[in-house]
């Protein structure tokens, strides 16, 4: 895909949903922080629902850590992993609290170093509470970057380093939604829906299925 598609790739993105975010409930950067953690390996839809009391009865780091890890458990025993997902955000908003007032830090090197969170969710912190150009490669972007030929690798880190240089400067901050929205409502694992993709004429899929 040249630099013109690609433009036009995002410029078409763009046009259909100009305000693009996350699925995700949060009222504070600190519960965008624990409902990504949440999210690993588990739908936007299922942390939704837990964190819905979570966040009404315990919406700070301070009232979190309070919970304490037992207590927490029972909030989010619905969500995949939760016993190590409590351990994680108990300890977290431990560090938070104690390190850093009580905010959550807006470099990658202070998000890296608290427990569950990795490059992907430092990522989608600092692109969506602080705004910054970052993607976050997960399963959706993996596949489309590599079905399209928009950013081909064989790794999220690989898949990654190539959007942040083909994603045109002015679609960077928001390219993280755009790609993971078509990527779970459009360019879907099994079969794609390339018969209502408004990039049909410029992606690469060998297998794409006009209808
Ligand atoms: S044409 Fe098909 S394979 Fe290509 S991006 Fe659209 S849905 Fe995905």
């Known amino acids: 895909m040249n630099a013109a598609q690609r433009t036009e790739f995002f410029a078409r993105l763009h046009a259909a949903n100009p305000a693009p975010t996350t699925e995700l409930e949060y009222g504070s950067p600190f519960q965008l922080l624990i409902a990504v953690i949440l999210s690993a390996q588990a739908t936007d839809v299922s942390v939704n629902k837990a964190t819905k009391q979570l966040f009404a009865d315990a919406p700070t ?3 979190m850590a309070a919970l304490g890890e037992e207590r927490l458990a029972d909030y989010i025993k619905t969500i995949g992993l939760y016993r190590t997902k409590a351990k994680n955000v108990v300890a977290t908003c431990r560090i938070l609290v104690a390190n850093h007032g009580g ?23 600092l692109n969506t509470a602080f705004g ?18 928009l950013a081909p690798g064989r790794t999220p880190l690989a898949v990654e380093q190539k959007l942040l240089k083909a994603v045109p400067a002015p679609y960077r901050r928001d390219a993280h939604h755009w790609l993971i929205l078509h990527g779970r409502y459009i360019c879907t694992a099994r079969r794609p ?19």
């Open 193 to 211: 829906h390339c018969e209502r993709c408004p990039l049909v004429d410029l992606c690469e899929y060998k297998g794409k299925a006009l209808a």
């Open 103 to 125: 905010e959550v830090p807006a470099t990658r090197e202070a998000l890296e170093a608290l427990p569950g969170v990795g490059r992907k969710t430092a990522n989608v912190v």
């Open 61 to 63: 780091p301070a009232a």
């Open 132 to 149: 910054e150009p970052t993607i976050a490669v997960d399963t959706h972007i993996f596949r489309v970057a590599n079905r399209t030929g």
